[in-house]
């Protein structure tokens, strides 16, 4: 069993910059593929940054070059940074966990981020 907790969503100007955090309980981050997603208001949801349980990084095209998503097992957190934020890049933005063959079943409740122009 894993607790997600998102932080760090806010309002911001184009742009701008955000960091966002999700701290784990209940186990430990290192076995565990990480992922960031977000939803805008009328859209579905999509993937927007993954890191493996190596610390491999993949991105969604539309944030490569902005958003950098980073781990430390040992303090048990995912770090999702985004730059040079578009109105586009505003939505609620979620952390989830999971391990293949059981897909993405642990997920926190959410950090609203919203970019204005």
């Known amino acids: 069993q894993v607790q997600l907790v998102e932080s760090g969503g806010g309002s911001v100007q184009a742009g701008g910059s955000l960091r966002l955090s999700c701290a784990a309980s209940?186990?430990?981050?290192?076995?565990?593929?990480i992922r960031w997603f977000r939803q805008a208001p009328g859209k579905a949801r999509e993937v927007v940054a993954t890191?493996?349980?190596?610390?491999?990084?993949t991105y969604a095209d539309s944030v490569k070059g902005r958003f950098t998503i980073s781990k430390d097992n040992a303090k048990n957190s995912l770090y999702l940074q985004m730059n040079s934020l578009k109105p586009q890049d505003t939505g609620m933005y979620y952390c989830?966990?999971?391990?293949?063959?059981?897909?993405?079943?642990?997920w926190g409740q959410g950090t609203q981020v919203t970019v204005s122009s």
């Open positions: 209940g186990s430990t981050y290192s076995v565990y593929t």
């Open positions: 890191i493996s349980t190596d610390g491999t990084a």
């Open positions: 989830a966990a999971g391990r293949p063959g059981m897909g993405f079943i642990y």
